[in-house]
């Protein structure tokens, strides 16, 4: 049983300000931190955190950011298949007001060289029993190992974007936020192309469709600290579950408590819970 994540990986340089500077000014910080981030790096510790033997394939430069993610997804206990790239490691430069306001600068970097994928990459995601992807790399690297995968290909479509039907043919599971279904044309029109459906819903939870079913699995009520990563967490810990053979309501049960758990704690990668505290949680 493995995993095998294919993304990003970004260092998030978070700045809190009273509010958002305008163009041409400066404002003085009032709190700064960096976090370990991106849509890959993020749902490749959730799996690893989840209990899953996880791989990730992705691509950082030379440089202090790309050491600091290979320690943070080493320290998660995942196997980091990563190149080392002529361009800087990717950075989100995050903004955030007082009053809870973003503006958010991503210079994806490294990511945006993971591209003809090597002999090695390629064994990996041929090998792996599940296959996560998102769309922070390119695309066309997306739908290279969507069709070398010989196991479950499971898609988390974020960033919002439109997708060839070449991609969607290849994809087993497709987890999506509402905001995404409806750029894709709807739950009942993607159903016509994917076998199966995830559509998280926030606070609300998740529903689950299938061609002939649909299941509503509700939200679970936490004290809510920070939101960043609820949907990258969701996706590893789905995965994880899906490749202990669980049934995909089960899954996406099991996804709903790791995503909840993640929400009552600051930041993305600090706020993934462990396999003991999602097993050991009783809302
Ligand atoms: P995204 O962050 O990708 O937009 P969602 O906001 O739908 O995705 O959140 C993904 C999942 O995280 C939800 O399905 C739910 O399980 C969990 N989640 C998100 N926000 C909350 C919350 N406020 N309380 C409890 N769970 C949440």
Redesign the pocket.
Known sequence: MSVTVVGSGNVDLVSQVERIPLPGETVLSTGFATHAGGKGNNQATAAARAGATTTFVGAFGDDDNGARLRESLTGSGVRPLVRTSDEPTGTALITVSATGENAIVVNAGANATLTDLTQEERAAIAGADLVLMQLEIPLATVVAAAEIASGRVVLNA?PAQRLPCELLTHVDLLVV???EAALLGGADHLLTVVPALVV????K??LVRTRDTTTEVP????D?VD?TG??D??CGALVAALDEHRPLDDAVRF??VA??LS?RRAGAVPAIPTREEIDDFHP
């Open positions: 974020a936020n509402e905001h998280t819903l926030g606070a939870g998740a939200g679970i009520a936490v809510v939101t609820a949907g967490t969701f996804a709903s995503a909840a929400v």
